[in-house]
């Protein structure tokens, strides 16, 4: 399971960064493009915001798997070790829980307006849908890697140094 997480992490950011290269090829061949030869590329504003929006889902997802997303972790830091990884645990649980049902959703709701097309490209608007159920399957997929394999934000030294820094804090202000 550490190795499909690891794998899983590894594909998903080199797509990434193929998808940025791309939105900074496209943004700056359209620049040149308008500004130079009073010309344009017809759908490649609707592509670059296509690939933003992926690169945005897939993002996410990864940021959940890193449990790099924002939080606010008072309680973690005051909870002993055991507690705060079972806090962790449990976090995870409902991120993936509230991703799985935001895909689960999506899908009726792609199924009922997918068919739609795009002004300029003519694409079904299913091709841009698609992006929330594969970026909430992916978060999903990798709250229950993390809670597997364990790859908890809270190492072992890091709430021991939390600690020593809030002890060091509290006895410099008594003085």
């Known amino acids: 399971m550490k190795r499909l ?18 939105l900074f090829v496209m ?15 017809s759908g490649a504003n609707e592509i670059i915001t296509i690939l933003f929006i992926y690169t945005t ?10 449990r790099s997303h924002i939080s606010i972790n008072i309680l973690e830091d005051k909870l002993s ?13 409902l991120v993936g829980l509230i991703n799985f049902i935001i ?15 795009m002004p ?21 997929l990798y ?3 993390s809670a597997i394999v364990g790859l908890d934000k809270i190492k072992d030294g890091d709430l021991n140094q939390a ?4 002890s060091s804090r509290d006895q410099d202000h008594s003085k």
């Open 27 to 41: 943004v700056i061949l359209l620049v040149g493009l308008r500004y130079i030869f009073n010309s344009s590329i």
């Open 57 to 66: 889902s897939i993002g996410s997802a990864i940021a959940v798997g890193q």
């Open 163 to 166: 600690n020593s820094n809030f």
């Open 103 to 117: 895909a689960w959703f999506s899908l009726t709701w792609i199924s009922q307006t997918g068919d739609n097309l």
């Open 143 to 145: 709250c229950i890697t």
């Open 120 to 140: 300029t490209l003519g694409a079904a608007r299913s091709v841009v849908q698609i992006s929330i159920p594969l970026g909430c399957g992916l978060a999903a």
């Open 81 to 93: 070790q055991g507690s705060a990884k079972y806090l962790a645990k449990l976090q995870l649980a």
């Open 5 to 22: 997480h690891a794998n899983l992490t590894y594909f998903l950011e080199g797509l990434i960064c193929i998808s940025f290269l791309s």
